[in-house]
């Protein structure tokens, strides 16, 4: 046995993901369903490093040192219980299985209890980066035992992304399905990001009047400051873009129909299990469904609503400006929900995941790489127990100075009728967190009313009914 890793799955996630750690002078075992993919990927890049190809999984096994390491790149879901199966059959206790797929968390949950039962050790790993990243450096999450991290940590963290500090984005996120759990909220905190961005661009087209390529100009202006990120730099790219065919912006031959493969969607229904808000990334999967239903689009087409007219051009940069300062405001928001999230769930599943950690590991190699991840980083270094992104000194303070430009921008997209569900859901949370009494008093009031819910009291403790029907007389209920 001459493998530290083994990759199974070659499609195109796990071929640069076998490719990579080859690069990085490890010798890859190479296994696939159909063998005709194994031959092909060491026939195309077998001279960019050690690879031993399998036609079996006997033989793959066979050819991995011990523990044995079984990177695991088939498609989510059955495909992904099938080949655990098969493999796990042919392991020992000690070996490692890694599922680098898009599990859901709790598929994750079950899984690595059912092998731990065996003494195998199964680690859900969160891989961010797409083809490119697989290939170049992806932000990897890997969750697990402590020891599974022990005998797979170094392997992974060679072929990570490195952040500009030169750490590798990576770390042990914490036991069974901590991993695949961050992976799931990055997602939706990308959906929300690229919601946030996707409304500035609709602002900048329909109340500034920009061209595409004008705002393309203007996003690339942005990247060079506090929005300096991936998403920012490839919107530039996509609007700059023209259609070869027509000659016109690729922007404007697209179909405005936002598809999507369910992460973010996830997210939200585990959001409302968790009980907690991430209204930003609920607002995202919207968009892109309502973006979805032409039906009810062509139905609604003919509503009353403002004409969209273009501001005067002086008036029309001093705009922009305020739109990117609702754009970072929303975008500290949307990340405020996304770590409260993971946050909520490492309480509740007793992960103890390290908040400025993932904030570490998402500065490079994943979509929503960032510089601002480095000023979360620091947040939470500061103060670990951090309630809130908000209630740090420094975002405190640059949202702070945003606000009045937020607030006009959504009240300028309100009057232009240009729809910023994101923009203002994240306005709504702020200042949601910031009231000092919310009407949710009122609401418990309806619900005593309707259904003898009870509350609780602003003034003293316990719980109380009010007799609605009778005299209207206060009972104290616990
Ligand atoms: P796919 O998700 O398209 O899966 C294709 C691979 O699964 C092939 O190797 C195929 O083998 C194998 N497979 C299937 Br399908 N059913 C199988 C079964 N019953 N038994 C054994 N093998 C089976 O590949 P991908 O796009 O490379 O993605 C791999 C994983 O990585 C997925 O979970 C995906 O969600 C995740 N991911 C993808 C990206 C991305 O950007 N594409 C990013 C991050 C994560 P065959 O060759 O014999 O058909």
Redesign the pocket.
Known sequence: ATAQIGV?????????LARNFARHGHTVALH???YA?TEALVGEHGHEGDFVPAESAEDFVAALQKPRRIVI????G???D??ID?FAALLEPGDVII?????HFADTRRREKALREKGIHFVGAG?????E??LNG?AIMPGGSEESYKALGPLLESIAAKAEDGNPCCVHVGPDGAGHFVKMVHNGIEYADMQLIAEAYDLLRNVAGFAPARIAETFRGWNAGRLDSYLIEITAEVLAHTDAATGRPFVDVVADEAEQ?GTGRWTVQTALDLGTPVSGIAEAVFARSVSGHRDLREAARELPGPRRAALPDDEAAAFAARVEEALYASKVVSYAQGWNMISAASAEYGWDIDLGAMAAIWRGGCIIRAAFLDRIRSAFAADPALPTLLADKGFAEEVGRAQDAWRSVVTTAVAHGVPTPGFSAALAYYDALRAERLPAALTQGQRDFFGAHTYRRADREGSFHTRWSGERDEERTA
Request: hydrophobic residues 30%; neutral net charge; aromatic residues 0%.
């Open positions: 199974t799955g070659l499609a195109v996630m796990g071929s640069n696939n369903r159909t993919k790149m088939v498609k989510a059955d495909p992904t099938a080949v098969e599922d680098g797929g898009n599990a891989i961010s980066g797409g083809e990243g697989a992806p493969k």
